[in-house]
């Protein structure tokens, strides 16, 4: 069976976001010809069951993907990661930027070009950092971890100091009882107030690790490739994603058009911000990965016209716009300003925000 999704970009329809008020009026998309869903799966249904009910089937002209270039494309991507992560630095506990503390847990202002986290070869991580300042029951510096930022990305990290706190704080995140927004710059003017960007996000075979916009012509690429060969993630089923964006201020950003949001990840998808601001035609300024330039494919893997077809009042900038603001060079335009949550052990309503350094 082939599956199609009805693209409720800029809607205030999906369920799961129903309390979010847009300024917009509430208009519904036709089905688009263009994008796989999970929405559409039988609630019940397996992973696999859906694998066999609703793969598209491949037609005799279309080449089959190798395995081996997958892999050689992810072992030169993970190299290139892999010296990145190296530039992370540790910060002694004078220099970290605390923005609360208690007996049970400690919230951090992570700087931008720090590992949330080690890696098997570099060990200098916020984590780390955070552990050798204020110590945890548990004696080990993981167990105080219980969400991340991207290595480019800076704003608020929560850390357990406790396994009651731990437990607290992991089933909070796991129930998606924790509110969390991100404060970013993205390229050009954006022509809505707010709205819903909701559209289903894949592993992308093409520019592996990174992920893509799924649409039933890139599922069809999958068909013929097996886990024993490029893993299993790379075939995993798409994941509905929804972002939900408020603009702050249309500003100007030496000489070139900018836009300031807020941006909250619904649905909390790998590095769903970033591949759906893209996706629209509004990549994050200074994303050397979904960025112009950047080594994942642009517009979150959309053709120009899917990108004028998924977002067709988006006010997109043109290639010369987001040239001209990537050769400014600048950092990474994306902050978690802001999160609240219900304290693991004294059950308070916590909220927390710092200012974006850009």
């Given at each position: 069976m082939k599956f199609n999704l009805a693209v409720t970009l800029l809607v205030a329809s999906v369920a799961s976001v129903a309390s979010f008020s847009l300024s917009e009026p509430k208009h519904e998309s036709s089905p688009s010809r263009l994008f796989s869903s999970v929405q559409e799966r039988p609630p019940q249904a397996s992973a696999a069951e859906n694998a066999k009910e609703q793969a598209p089937t491949v037609s005799p002209e279309e080449s089959p993907l190798f395995g081996e270039e997958?892999?050689?494309?992810?072992?030169?991507?993970?190299e290139k990661l892999r010296a990145r992560d190296k530039k992370s630095k540790s910060i002694?506990?004078?220099?970290?930027?605390?923005?609360?503390?208690?007996?049970?847990?400690?919230?951090?202002?992570?700087?931008?070009?720090v590992l949330s986290v080690p890696t098997r070869e570099v060990k200098a991580a916020l984590s780390e950092s955070v552990y050798q300042a204020f110590g945890c029951e548990m004696n080990?510096?993981?167990?105080?971890?219980?969400?991340?930022?991207?290595?480019?990305?800076?704003?608020?990290?929560?850390?357990?100091?406790?396994?009651?706190?731990?437990?607290?704080?992991?089933k909070r995140f796991q129930t998606r009882n924790v509110q969390r927004k991100y404060e970013a710059l993205v390229c050009g003017h954006m022509a809505r107030?707010?709205?819903i960007i909701d559209l289903p996000i894949m592993r992308d075979y093409e520019r592996p690790p990174f992920m893509r916009i799924s649409t039933d012509?890139?599922?069809r690429k999958l068909i013929n490739l097996e886990s024993n060969v490029v893993g299993k993630k790379i075939l995993e089923m798409p994941k509905e994603s929804i972002t939900r964006y408020r603009v702050l201020a249309r500003e100007e950003l030496d000489g070139q058009p900018v836009t300031r949001v807020m941006l909250t990840s619904v649905s909390g998808r790998t590095h769903q911000l970033?591949?759906?601001?893209?996706?629209?035609g509004h990549p994050i300024v200074g994303d050397k990965i979904y960025g112009y330039g950047g080594d994942a494919l642009p517009n979150g893997g959309l053709t120009d016209e899917e990108v004028r077809e998924v977002a067709p009042s988006s006010n997109v900038p043109d290639e010369n716009v987001l040239k001209n603001i990537a050769v400014q060079g600048k950092p990474t335009c994306i902050h978690a300003?802001?999160?609240?949550?219900?304290h693991?052990?004294?059950?308070?309503?916590?909220?927390?925000?710092?200012?974006?350094?850009f």
């Open positions: 997958i892999n050689l494309r992810l072992q030169h991507q993970m002694p506990k004078e220099e970290l930027d605390v923005v609360y503390q208690d007996d049970d847990i400690v919230v951090i202002n992570k700087p931008a070009g080990r510096a993981d167990m105080m971890v219980v969400h991340r930022l991207a290595f480019d990305s800076s704003g608020i990290m929560v850390f357990c100091k406790n396994r009651k706190a731990l437990r607290g704080m992991n107030d707010s709205g012509e890139h599922q970033n591949v759906h601001m893209a996706a629209i300003s802001y999160i609240s949550f219900r693991p052990v004294t059950k308070q309503e916590s909220i927390f925000e710092c200012d974006a350094p």
